[in-house]
């Protein structure tokens, strides 16, 4: 069974600096998708990553994914307040062509 | 910019009673999706739809759950009895793929069972 771990789970950080947080899924999967979601609000596709090595970039938040490790990050440069959100990794399993399983989420709070 | 609606925003019903969650995707897309988020928790899959049929439904999605599309642009959730533990946010979602392309969610149901 397919199990996706975020952590941390909560991160409160200052402007200005960088973090990456991580995903970990537990078998073989050859996509991940990350999501942002903000309090009340629905869920805001950020990434599709569809191969080993795939690396994508958006403002200050770059994803990459590691099939062979089975890792995914998800880096945050030069961080400003707008990007506090709780942000998710998704993962599709092998045996399935629809569903995704999710983690369980990051709480990010950037401070000024 | 074209985007899943859902209504309504927020329903409280009774246990035992039925409620029905709409959503509209978008309108060139073919696969459609609902999930469902305890708060505080993760997001759960429950059902997928293709082609005016399920394609995949998980443990959740028992026999008190049903989905459809009565005509060309809604696609709805049933819960035939609800219960406490029902009480959720649920999403639909839909993809113009099933494979390469991210789904793209609309702003939730805050389901209530009370």
């Known amino acids: 069974e397919l199990k996706v771990e975020q952590n941390p789970l909560f991160l409160s950080m200052q402007e200005g600096k960088n973090y990456t947080i991580y995903c970990n899924y537990s078998t073989t999967s050859d996509r991940l998708y990350w999501y942002r979601q903000d309090p009340g609000k629905s869920l805001e596709s950020l990434f599709v990553?569809?191969?080993n090595g795939a690396v994508k970039q958006e403002g200050r938040l770059m994803a990459s994914l590691d099939t062979k490790a089975r890792l995914s990050t998800l880096h945050i440069t030069a961080a400003v307040h707008d990007l506090s959100a709780t942000y998710f990794c998704a993962v599709p399993p092998m045996d399935s062509n629809y569903q995704l399983i999710w983690g369980a989420g990051t709480k990010l709070i950037i401070k000024p | 910019e074209p985007e899943v609606t859902q209504t309504p925003s927020h329903q409280v019903t009774q246990m035992g009673q039925e409620v029905i969650l709409r959503c509209v995707p978008i309108s060139n897309h073919l696969y459609f999706y609902w999930y469902r988020q305890i708060l505080g928790q993760k997001v759960e899959f429950l059902v997928s739809f293709y082609n005016n049929e399920i394609s995949e439904k998980s443990e959740i999605f028992d026999d008190q759950f049903s989905v459809e599309r009565p005509d060309g642009s809604n696609f709805t959730l049933k819960i035939r009895s609800t219960k406490l533990e029902d009480s959720a946010m649920y999403f639909c979602a839909s993809s113009s793929s099933h494979m390469n392309t991210e789904a793209f969610f609309g702003q939730g149901t805050r389901l209530t069972v009370v």
């Open positions: 990553l569809l191969s």
